[in-house]
């Protein structure tokens, strides 16, 4: 496992990181930046709240496992200081060539001694129409 892989740099290159592993469907990768501490937690959309290394792993791998995901972050919304960030994004997830799921996703980053790692990751549906903005930056 890559738990001890040193990402250094700012909240916002981990979640690019973040991103980038889901993309490749890279667990290790995924796992190493969240941090060590064993409350951490997970919320997917409509799933129960995970807490720990184990639960999150267990989750992602099954959701990994069904292949062909592509996730796509937009519009950014940034409220950090000198230990913490909080960060809200709206992510597309498509599957193959049918049209992206919306999700409302709040990630949570606190600087630790091996650099700014995930403690929470909190995805609701977005309701109603797609809120995508194509003029919004994308993280990656």
């Given amino acids: 496992m890559k738990r001890d892989k040193q990402l250094n740099g700012s909240a916002v290159e981990v979640e690019t990181a973040f991103y980038d592993a889901l993309n490749r469907a890279d667990i290790d990768s995924l796992m190493a ?3 060590d501490d064993e409350e ?4 997917h959309a409509g799933g129960a709240r995970l807490i720990g290394h184990a ?19 937009s519009q950014l919304h940034e409220t950090h200081n000198l ?8 992510e597309d997830i498509s599957a193959g060539e049918g049209e992206p799921a919306h999700q409302l996703t709040t ?3 606190v600087k630790t001694p091996r650099g700014w790692r ?3 990751h909190h995805v609701s549906v ?3 129409e797609a809120p995508f903005d194509a003029d919004a930056p994308i993280l990656h």
């Fill in 33 to 35: 930046l969240w941090a």
């Fill in 40 to 43: 951490i937690v997970c919320i």
């Fill in 55 to 73: 639960a999150i792993r267990a989750s992602w791998t099954g959701i990994l496992a069904a292949g062909n995901l592509h996730f796509r972050p």
């Fill in 83 to 90: 230990m913490s960030s909080v960060h809200t994004v709206v």
């Fill in 107 to 109: 990630n949570v980053y």
């Fill in 118 to 120: 995930i403690v929470l």
């Fill in 126 to 128: 977005a309701p109603g």
